[in-house]
């Protein structure tokens, strides 16, 4: 049950260059693979392989 104007935070959205979000993928042990991205760049879908 939700109240009379109670507030719901549904997304955050975080905006990184691919080389920033390789970067962080690196940082928590991840080994990035390939990257496929829309011709204006707007959005990129990274492979990433466990350790």
């Known amino acids: 049950r939700f109240r009379a104007a109670e507030t719901i935070h ?8 691919i080389e920033e979000f390789r970067l ?6 991840w080994t990035p ?4 991205k829309d ?6 879908v990274h492979e990433l392989v466990a350790p």
């Open 24 to 29: 962080i993928a690196q940082a928590a042990g």
């Open 39 to 44: 011709e204006l760049n707007l959005f990129s």
């Open 33 to 36: 693979l390939r990257v496929w």
């Open 10 to 17: 549904t997304e955050s959205a975080y905006k990184y260059t």
